[in-house]
């Protein structure tokens, strides 16, 4: 009989999506990879997903945008 080691899923984000550029191995097997292939190089890179990382940045840019869309309006309005 021949053992076979056990398979991993994968590293998975919050929302349960598999983590692209990050390989499928056990913990002890991922441990010996050097950094490099531990993690991608982006913001979050172990832990959330391209899509995720851009939605994040994309919410904060609007964010920014409504502050400053308000303090304009509040500019403009002649005080009474």
């Not at 441990?31 to 913001?43: D, F, I, M, Y």
């Not at 920014?64 to 009474?80: F, H, R």
């Amino acid at each position: 009989m021949q053992y076979t080691a056990k398979k991993s899923k994968g590293p998975q984000s919050e929302s349960g999506a598999r983590i692209a550029g990050i390989p499928g191995l056990r913990p002890a097997a991922l441990r010996r990879l050097n950094k490099r292939a531990r993690t991608v190089t982006r913001p979050y890179g172990g832990s959330k997903t391209h899509t995720e990382v851009r939605n994040r940045i994309v919410r904060a840019f609007l964010v920014e945008e409504v502050k400053q869309l308000k303090q304009a309006a509040s500019q403009k309005e002649p005080k009474q």
